[in-house]
């Protein structure tokens, strides 16, 4: 069954900590994105991959950062330095076909710091 | 990539086609129209895209006006299960970033 998903549902932490957010998907996409998501309001993007062993700052990156060592994986690790990060986080991976290219979202996690 | 205006929120009777509209007049002609859905706390949802043509698959239908500065995004027989947040995406295919912009998309509701 293929698919994008995220680990864990819901994550507690405590100031001051850092916490590695799962993402893996079996699609075989090339291109891998995180997302977060505040309430009420859209999406705004983190960080992105396109290719193994490279990825691009998005437009908030500051207090995050991720490797891409796989290109099934793409985890996304919150620092410490990331001052408000309870939010929802989303990661997304591409398919590229010539009508149009398309982004697949996983379930999602939700961070909240204690 | 195109700015979209799409209606708050929308009601629709179970069983009713859900007409939900979007409004993009400034579409350039290589930005394609994409439809997502998120049922609340979960991932959004991909529901189908197109250029110029209209698109239908098992989900959903799209209608893009010949002018291409709007469209309509057809559930033909709304459940329950399809209460959601709809957005209309504007964008350019490919692109070295490819991020996706979500507006604040139209609520539907659909009633029993």
């Known amino acids: 069954d293929g698919g994008i998903t995220q680990s864990p549902k819901y994550l507690f932490r405590k100031e001051g900590q850092n916490v590695t957010l799962s993402c893996e998907q079996n699609l075989n996409h090339d291109a891998m994105y995180w997302y977060r998501q505040d309430p009420g309001q859209g999406l705004r993007l983190i960080y992105y991959s396109q290719i193994v062993n490279d990825f691009q700052k998005g437009d908030i990156a500051e207090g995050y950062s991720v490797s891409r060592e796989k290109k099934e994986s793409f985890p996304l690790t919150v620092t410490s330095a990331q001052k408000n990060p309870t939010a929802f986080y989303l990661c997304?991976?591409?398919?590229?076909?010539?009508?149009?290219?398309?982004?697949?979202f996983g379930p999602g996690t939700r961070l909240t710091v204690l | 990539d195109a700015k979209t205006t799409q209606p708050p929120s929308m009601d629709c009777a179970e069983g009713r086609a859900a007409n939900l509209p979007c409004n993009h007049s400034t579409i350039s002609g290589n930005e394609y129209v994409y439809w997502y859905r998120q049922i609340h706390s979960q991932g959004p949802q991909y529901i189908i895209h197109g250029l110029k043509n209209n698109e239908t698959n098992e989900m959903a239908s799209l209608i893009i006006t010949e002018d291409r500065k709007s469209s309509t995004l057809i559930l033909p027989h709304a459940t329950l299960r399809d209460t959601a947040v709809y957005y209309c995406i504007v964008r350019a295919y490919g692109g070295a970033t490819n991020k996706l912009i979500f507006g604040t998309g139209t609520l539907l509701a659909v009633q029993p």
């Open positions: 997304a991976s591409r398919r590229t076909k010539g009508s149009g290219d398309t982004q697949y």
